[in-house]
């Protein structure tokens, strides 16, 4: 019997590490955030400001896939999964996996990056993020969330449209 496991997807800005973590903790489920999973070579590149390659992110995705396949547990696993085909490689090892999708316009995200950036975000990489973007097809039932409203609202959101089961607080 495999235990439910969310995975929230989106552009980088849109607030899934906030949203991931608020969920997780509300339900008293496990937490992981796909970076940790990369590769120390993955990790230099995207120091360097070099972009990752699919063939740079395959080990990494099928990484988060085995983290996912031994879970004993519920959990919330956080990844930008931007791609179908990386949905696909996640999926493999987690068919009855809840997608949920950060739904949110470049100019809103960019201006919430640009907030919490200061002045200085670099524009190119949302540009290339929104160039990625593969908006989850309705054949994978991924839950399409708009990111125009609190954050709090959106965690209620998902916890109430996924009919997930009360967490430790009752709520």
């Known amino acids: 019997m495999h235990h439910p496991i969310v995975l929230i997807m989106g552009v980088?800005?849109?607030?899934?590490?906030?949203?991931?973590?608020?969920?997780?903790g509300r339900l008293g489920w496990k937490y992981a955030e796909a970076d940790d999973f990369h590769p120390p070579a993955n990790v230099e590149k995207m120091h360097a400001g070099v972009p990752?390659?699919?063939?740079?992110?395959w080990?990494?995705?099928?990484?988060?896939g085995a983290w996912m396949h031994e879970q004993d547990a519920p959990a919330v696993v956080t990844c930008s999964a931007l791609?179908?085909?990386?949905?696909?490689?996640?999926r493999e090892s987690r068919p009855d996996l809840h997608l949920v999708y950060l739904d949110g316009s470049k100019e809103l995200i960019g201006g919430r990056l640009a907030a919490r950036h200061g002045h200085f975000f670099p524009r190119q990489l949302?540009?290339?993020?929104?160039?990625?973007l593969e908006t989850p097809a309705p054949d994978?039932?991924?839950?399409?969330v708009s990111i125009?409203?609190?954050?709090?609202?959106?965690?209620?959101?998902?916890?109430?449209?996924l009919d997930l089961p009360p967490g430790p607080t009752g709520r």
């Open 12 to 24: 980088s800005g849109s607030g899934k590490t906030t949203i991931g973590a608020m969920l997780a």
């Open 52 to 57: 990752l390659t699919d063939e740079d992110r």
């Open 59 to 64: 080990p990494w995705l099928r990484a988060i």
């Open 83 to 90: 791609k179908r085909k990386y949905r696909d490689v996640l």
């Open 126 to 132: 949302l540009d290339s993020q929104f160039a990625d």
């Open 140 to 144: 994978e039932n991924a839950l399409i």
């Open 148 to 161: 125009d409203q609190s954050i709090e609202t959106i965690v209620e959101e998902i916890h109430r449209r």
